[in-house]
């Protein structure tokens, strides 16, 4: 049996935390959650994720960084990161586009749709 | 010495002159002007400094002590008036382009010809004797020099006279410099360089022989004082006694003020050589610090002849030069005689060059003009003429002055024969001062001034002169005229006590001005003077604006007046004179008929070459003119006030109109900011709203699409629903309170509030937050009840949310307290926490709206980011004050203050 693919989700937000670890379990992933940046950085690097559901603004490092980290790291550079943020401007998306994210999704946004782009990424 | 070497340097030095003046007028016409420059200005006022300073101050200091101080204190007071008084008479003179000071006070009072007689024949009068002693003091400073005997009076031995001769390379030089041109109100470039050299020739002349007696004779300043002190007869000049005369300091300060500006040669160099009224701004200060130091060495000197020539029965007009020659110092003496003779010179030729251009402009020539009948029409015909008659004038003064020096002078001091010129020049004051500052001030009053001031000089400071020399019965002086007792010359109505300069001075002031105000209160006015008037009066707002008014009425002819001109300028430049003022002035030359404005115009320029009064006949001849009336003048003047008005107003408004639009575009940009502002403001909302819907959302979705989710989880979902939504209302209620203080619309509603149940009372609503964290509270009240005015419900939100921020920030198991502390200003309420505290960069920020949203790194899970903006809002509709102590790991301190009732 293949192994199931793994999920990050970073968000400061705990009730957000709370329903995406669900729907991503739910959906047969294996799923770790990161309540800030650090927690995450330290995640990516030991858990090797395939997608990380990442938000931008939290306390510590913003997850354009950690972004940025990923892909720069060779291990983990294949994963996926899609940006999950209440900065809806224009110039904020390009700029998690540019820094290699496969998708930009905007707060309040349908979980539903979350996971169907999820599903269609992990493939 | 010898008497041909001595002849030669003086020479010598007139070539240097010369030398001096071509290299100014060489620089000139290269462009680089050397005397446009305030310092060469200042020490072109040096003339002011004679012979008689030179050598007169130290005869003076050892006979009267410090009162030869009086003629320096004077000039160093009105140094500083130079700025507004002077400064007025050189605007009036050249905007009017006045060469004189006859021209000054005929063209005040109505263009009269007859006040610019009385006034040169004033200046000849009182002048020329001054410029004897001048060539008086060469005379003897050379027979010092070079050993010989006095060369006596009388005309007999004239052409074994050195005086002679250096009188005539004067003239000469004179001619050379100052009858060239034309336009006597042009400057002399080359004049003033040569005056200015020699007001640094004298200086360092006269220091040089200071430093020689003080350190060369005497062992520096201590040993001549005390040795000065030891000496009967000098002890007795410097000690306070009943002798001091403080009549005699003040008559002579108040006289040397008025010489300063109304002797011939300083209204010359100060006025009419002036080429920038800034220029003034230096010779405030330069020109009494060249006193200063003129003066500086006069008692060392003084002290050390008295000490070793007193017994030999040396004049102490001569001590200067007597020192070094004595003493040996062969060169210094000739540097000294040098030093003398040109403090001599600059003297004679400056004041002679005024009075020549005042005796040919308001006497000679408008009898040449007169007697020929002139409507002469030539190219510069009258141009040699003029020149001529200024040459003859010098060559008259000069001679004249020589003739007194041989005939009468050699009875007198230095000294004396200056003070008796100060009092005659000093006669000019009122006529002039009143005339730039009095519109009332009329012809006849100047006339009247004059001629009683100059009567009273006269008498009481010539008269005794004459009488001592013997031309006239010397009993008038102790008897008085006609043996009638108060008319004694010395002592006027029986006045005792003053000295003969002060007596003179006061008689002939008193006199003078009594004569001129009431003359002038009671006299008719010609248009003429009233239109002179008030320019003079009125010359700053007049030279501001070009010559919009006229009060010329008449008929005139181009042709005539281009004539009219050309014979003292030449056909070429007469026409481009005129044809530039025409265009500056916008005045069409087709007609034949002149523009009144062209008539005054080329009054104005023959008068600067010829003197107003002479100006005045030349251009009658030419015209037809019609009397004007005073109604007429005061129209006039009044229009011209009236357009004053308006421009004015004008500049007024726009002015105004800038400002407004100035405001205009800073409250467009407020406009802007506050709309960025908001917008920032929006963007925040909106963004603080987005994450609590994003929980609420998906908590929602997985409720709806799982419905075989267990009980627990399904609580947990719901719960988290319920908690986010108060989240979301929180944050609304906290949006709209702080539009609501921000937009002024909140009303307080003060009462008076017992603060300590205040305060407890809200430590209590927040006491379950603080036991979930095992957080103890602390309230330090003193026990006495504070009062405040205050919004009650406004203060208990700041009180409680400063305590939940506490609870917020405060570690698991910390500690919070409240304390309230009474000082001056008022009630301070503090709320602490051993929290992890706030960098002292942020302090002022985290009062900002949103400043947590806008900060990522201080975000904390709970709260709106807008409780302490909303608390300082508060605080600040109290008129109090909100801030925070706090360092990082130290807790933090929040205070905010209360006025008390």
Same mark, same amino acid.
């Given at each position: ?25 739910? *959906? ?7 309540? *800030? ?81 999820? *599903?269609?990424?992990?493939? | ?10 020479? /010598? ?54 009162? /030869? ?12 008036? /130079? ?163 403080? +009549? ?30 800034? !220029? ?64 001599? +010179? ?273 251009? #009658? ?53 506050? @709309? ?7 963007? +925040? ?24 989710? @267990?009980?627990?989880?399904?609580? !947990? ?25 921000? #937009? ?98 942020? !302090? ?19 709260? #709106? ?30 205070? /905010? ?5």
């Amino acid at each position: 049996m293949k192994a199931l693919k793994k999920i990050l989700v970073v968000d400061d937000d705990p009730y957000i935390l709370m329903s995406l670890e669900f729907l991503m379990k739910k *959906n047969g992933y294996d799923v770790m959650i990161a309540r *800030n940046g650090k927690e995450a950085l330290e995640l990516v690097e030991k858990q090797l994720p395939d997608l990380v559901l990442l938000d931008i603004m939290m306390p510590d490092v913003d997850g354009y960084e950690i972004c940025r980290y990923i892909k720069k790291t060779a291990k983990i550079k294949h994963a996926k990161v899609v940006f999950m943020s209440a900065k809806s401007k224009e110039a904020d998306i390009q700029k998690g586009y540019d820094l290699g994210a496969s998708y930009y999704i905007s707060k309040p946004f349908s979980t539903r749709e979350l996971v169907k782009k999820v *599903n269609e990424m992990l493939l | 010495m010898n008497n041909f070497v001595a002849i030669l340097c003086a020479l /010598f030095y007139l070539g240097l002159l010369f030398a001096v003046a071509y290299y100014a007028e060489y620089r000139l016409k290269k462009g680089r002007s050397i005397i446009n420059n305030g310092y060469v200005y200042a020490l072109s006022l040096g003339v002011y400094c004679t012979a008689w300073t030179y050598y007169g101050s130290v005869g003076q200091a050892s006979t009267k002590g410090i009162e /030869f101080l009086a003629v320096y204190i004077g000039p160093t007071i009105m140094a500083a008036l /130079f700025w507004p008084v002077l400064r007025k008479i050189i605007r009036i003179c050249k905007t009017q382009h006045i060469s004189s000071i006859a021209d000054l006070i005929s063209i005040r009072y109505g263009k009269n010809f007859s006040l610019a007689v009385v006034v040169t024949i004033l200046c000849m009068v009182g002048i020329i004797p001054y410029i004897a002693l001048q060539l008086k003091a060469i005379s003897d400073s050379m027979n010092i020099l070079t050993g010989a005997a006095e060369t006596g009076t009388g005309l007999k031995n004239i052409f074994a006279d050195n005086t002679l001769y250096i009188s005539g390379v004067l003239v000469f030089f004179i001619i050379l410099f100052g009858a060239r041109s034309i336009d006597a109100s042009e400057k002399h470039e080359g004049l003033v360089a040569a005056i200015a050299f020699e007001s640094i020739v004298k200086l360092v002349a006269l220091v040089a022989v200071g430093l020689f007696v003080t350190f060369g004779l005497f062992d520096g300043f201590g040993d001549i004082f005390s040795k000065a002190a030891g000496n009967e007869t000098l002890k007795k000049l410097f000690q306070f006694s009943e002798s001091t005369n403080y +009549t005699t300091w003040t008559g002579l300060i108040l006289l040397s003020m008025l010489a300063i500006i109304f002797l011939p040669r300083q209204f010359h160099m100060s006025v009419v050589e002036n080429v920038k009224e800034t !220029h003034l701004k230096k010779a405030i200060w330069i020109f009494p610090l060249y006193l200063l130091l003129i003066t500086f060495f006069v008692l060392p000197i003084a002290f050390g002849g008295t000490l070793l020539l007193g017994k030999t029965g040396i004049n102490a007009d001569n001590y200067v030069l007597a020192l070094p020659m004595q003493y040996g110092a062969k060169f210094l003496s000739l540097f000294t005689f040098i030093g003398g003779f040109s403090a001599a +010179t600059s003297m004679i030729i400056v004041e002679t060059i005024a009075i020549s251009t005042m005796m040919s402009n308001n006497i000679a020539t408008p009898l040449l003009l007169a007697s020929q009948k002139f409507k002469a029409k030539g190219d510069g015909q009258l141009k040699n003429p003029i020149l001529n008659i200024r040459r003859f004038s010098i060559f008259l003064i000069i001679a004249l002055a020589f003739l007194y020096d041989k005939l009468v002078a050699q009875n007198f001091s230095l000294v004396s024969i200056g003070m008796v010129s100060f009092a005659a020049v000093a006669q000019f004051a009122p006529a002039v001062l009143g005339g730039i500052y009095w519109k009332q001030a009329s012809q006849k009053g100047a006339m009247a001034g004059i001629c009683v001031g100059f009567v009273t000089w006269f008498y009481t400071a010539v008269i005794p002169s004459i009488a001592a020399s013997g031309f006239i019965n010397a009993g008038i002086i102790n008897e008085g005229l006609f043996g009638m007792g108060w008319l004694k010359p010395f002592s006027l109505f029986g006045m005792q006590g003053m000295d003969s300069v002060t007596h003179c001075f006061f008689w002939s002031m008193l006199f003078n001005i009594i004569a001129f105000v009431s003359v002038s209160l009671y006299s008719n006015k010609s248009a003429q003077e009233v239109y002179q008037a008030d320019i003079f009066v009125d010359i700053f707002r007049h030279s501001a604006k070009p010559d919009i008014n006229m009060i010329w009425k008449g008929t005139a002819y181009l042709p005539d007046l281009n004539s009219l001109l050309a014979n003292f300028l030449g056909n070429e430049r007469a026409e481009k004179i005129l044809v530039n003022y025409a265009n500056r002035n916008k005045i069409s030359l087709d007609t034949k008929k002149a523009d009144p404005r062209m008539v005054e115009f080329a009054e104005k320029i023959l008068g600067g070459a010829i003197g107003s009064a002479s100006a005045r006949i030349m251009v #009658s001849s030419v015209t037809k003119e019609e009397e004007l009336t005073i109604d007429e003048v005061l129209k006039i003047l009044m229009e011209s006030q009236q357009i004053m008005v308006l421009n004015k107003e004008l500049r007024k408004k726009s002015v105004e109109l800038q400002k407004a639009r100035d405001q205009l575009i800073d409250v467009n940009k407020q406009l802007q900011d506050i @709309d960025k502002t908001k917008d920032e403001f929006l963007n +925040t909302v909106t963004h603080e709203l987005r994450t609590p819907l994003t929980s609420i959302r998906a908590m929602t979705e997985i409720l709806h699409d799982n419905t075989e989710m @267990d009980e627990e989880q399904r609580q !947990h979902f719901l719960s988290g629903i319920i908690k986010e939504t108060e989240r979301l209302s929180h944050l609304i209620t906290q949006v709209l309170n702080l539009e609501k203080y921000e #937009s002024g619309k909140q009303q307080l509603n003060i009462s008076s509030v017992q603060l300590n149940s205040l305060i407890k009372e809200a430590v209590a609503s927040i006491r379950p937050l603080a036991n979930e964290k095992k957080i103890t509270t602390e309230i330090n009240i003193p026990d006495t009840i504070f009062l405040v005015q205050c919004d009650a419900d406004l203060i208990m939100q700041v009180l409680t949310n400063l305590l939940s921020n506490a609870v917020k920030f405060a570690p698991e198991k910390g500690r919070i307290s409240v304390s309230v502390h009474n000082n001056l200003d008022g009630l301070q309420i503090w709320v602490e926490d051993n929290g992890k505290g706030i960098e002292p960069g942020l !302090h002022e920020l985290i009062f900002d709206k949103f400043f947590q949203a806008k900060n990522q790194n201080l975000r904390k899970p709970e709260g #709106s980011g807008l409780g302490l903006a909303i608390c300082k809002k508060i605080i600040d509709l109290h008129e109090g004050s909100i801030w925070v102590n706090s360092e990082i790991n130290k807790g933090s301190k929040f205070i /905010f203050t209360l006025p008390l009732n």
